[in-house]
């Protein structure tokens, strides 16, 4: 049974700031995705990582997979408030649906 | 217009009842899927469907059933209907390869 665990579950941040949100996951994949979803709204994909030291950045995020050690990051840079929401990372194994991060819940204040 | 529309988007009904939650995608996508999802736990797949004459058990099918009517139609059902089925479902749509899966905006049920 594949499991990914995100963490932090909620990271309170001020704008500025950099932060890492962490996705580990137990066995082998080379998918893995990043999305974003505001309160009551749907997910929104940010980015797909397919293969080991693959980094997408955009904007002030930035995701990278190391598939050796079952782990990506999302990294923020100067963090701002319009990036408060909740981020979730999901890996998918053989051909399959994902398995999803429980997500963390990130509040960006002023 | 969404991709990926799923009707209705809110709906409260009693214990025991049986619902359908409808999903359809204009974006000709073969692979569906439906999720719920729960406070703090993230997605769980319930269904997956990869053709019209594919359908797969995911992770929490129990309870649920679902029927692929068409390529850009997939619905999910509650037989009978128990409050911790309060959730909000999503559907999703993939074609193949790595690209990510894309969601509809959810429908919120809540079962008394």
């Known amino acids: 049974e594949l499991k990914v665990e995100q963490n932090p579950l909620f990271l309170s941040m001020q704008e500025g700031k950099n932060y890492t949100i962490y996705c580990n996951y137990s066995t082998t994949s080379d998918r893995l995705y990043w999305y974003r979803q505001d309160p009551g709204k749907s997910l929104e994909s940010l980015f797909v990582?397919?293969?080991?030291?693959a980094v997408k950045q955009e904007g002030r995020l930035m995701a990278s997979l190391d598939t050796k050690a079952r782990l990506s990051t999302l990294h923020i840079t100067a963090a701002v408030h319009d990036l408060s929401a909740t981020y979730f990372c999901?890996?998918?194994?053989?051909?399959?649906?994902?398995?999803f991060g429980k997500g963390t819940h990130l509040i960006i204040q002023p | 217009d969404a991709d990926v529309t799923q009707t209705p988007r809110n709906r409260i009904t009693k214990t025991g009842k049986r619902i359908m939650l409808e999903c359809s995608q204009t974006k000709g996508h073969d692979r569906m899927y439906w999720y719920r999802q729960d406070p703090g736990l993230g997605l769980r797949l319930i269904y997956y469907?990869?053709?019209?004459?594919?359908?797969n058990k995911g992770e929490i099918s129990d309870g649920y059933s679902v029927s692929r009517q068409a390529q850009a139609k997939f619905s999910l059902s509650l037989e009978s209907a128990i409050p911790n089925q309060t959730a909000l479902y999503f559907c999703?749509?993939?074609?193949?390869?790595?690209?990510?899966?894309?969601f509809g905006d959810g429908t919120r049920l809540s079962i008394l």
């Open positions: 469907s990869f053709d019209v004459k594919d359908i």
């Open positions: 999703a749509t993939s074609d193949l390869g790595h690209q990510p899966q894309h």
């Open positions: 990582l397919l293969s080991n030291g």
């Open positions: 999901a890996v998918m194994w053989g051909a399959d649906g994902l398995t």
